[in-house]
């Protein structure tokens, strides 16, 4: 019965994964434009994936306090703790597009050969598109988080993996038009937006200055994202790699954010629900909460694998009018390969921060989402080798 119910609702959740196959035809059409600009490209897993550690930090917190009462299924006349984790939220963006802006220019200069005024434009097009992305994302997230939960839907499964898929669809279409913004000489707007955010979130922190909700929001974030910086480089890299090996492949691009979402939500959806189960005291934090945890492995996992193999379909008939078996067994591959890594890194994530007393909450998506993102990245590079 948890195996099926299982699978329906990852199915659910996982079908707005498709929506990613959009993104993927904006990357595929826009990727000969972001090749003129030697770090857009690289940049890009890099745009995704730290949108995805704030908003899943948030879908986090937000499924988790309507699980537990904190928070109210609407936007306006919330708790205070509503408003506290929006804020904080707010301020770990920024602080999230200032350090992956320090991580790519570690890339930048010693493995893309960028000058120092690319660098330049590149934070200014890294800050102001992720405050962008924010600003249309988050309000979104709010009205599904609470429309899913009033019609007696779970949000573990469904909060994250639809507004990963929006999320994407966004960020691809605001991370777009920055770049082009940059590249036509529209730089002095870019950077004003830039500075701007940085002043907000530095008003914001004085005003919650006494708010320890807040600022451990921040920490723990902060911690994560440590790990994060370092990993977007290398999803960059790595893409940058696939890109050597099959150049201008559209199906391959089309499919891209879709993968990441995929393999980001799946992880999301077992750690989330464990995440949940901790905090209802409905499990331990040892081995057994592996194992207790199979049914919901197992339907999560065979809803990724329909999933990733309409993908194929659906990319490959869209540049060809024949469909290619070989492009679908490549995606199972790459399935296989990151499912079966991201599903114990997703569950361990969630017990060892319970166990040491942190919020598994600001751990679990974030760290998942982000190594998802590489994980992905990798695993359809090696499926890409014969």
Known sequence: MRFVKSLGQSFLGLLADAGGLLAGFMLAYFVSFFLQIRWALAAYPGVLSLRGVVNGIFCGRLSTGLHLGTIRASFRDNTEDFYT??????TLNVVCSLLVSLSFTFFGLSLWGLSLNEVICMWA???SSMTVSFALINP???????ISYKGGYDPDYLVYPVMSTLGDIVATLCYTLVVSLAKSGAFPVLLAVAVLAVIAAAVLSMKFLES???????????????????????????????????????????????VLDTIGDVGSIVGSTLTTKLALGEVSSDLKAFIGHIPEILGTWLASIIMFLAYSIVASLSFSSTYSLYFSLLMLKANIIAISLIVPLSLSTAIISYRYGLDPDNFVNPIVSSIADTLSSLALLVSLMR
């Open 85 to 90: 984790l929006l804020a904080s939220v707010f």
């Open 125 to 127: 097009v890294l800050v």
């Open 140 to 146: 979104i997230t709010v009205a599904f988080a609470s």
């Open 212 to 258: 320890d909700e807040y600022f451990g929001l921040l920490k723990e974030g902060v911690i994560t994202l440590a790990l994060v910086t370092i990993i977007v480089g290398l999803t960059g890299t790595i893409l940058g790699e696939i890109t050597k090996t099959i150049g201008q492949y559209p199906a391959l691009y089309m499919v891209y954010p879709a």
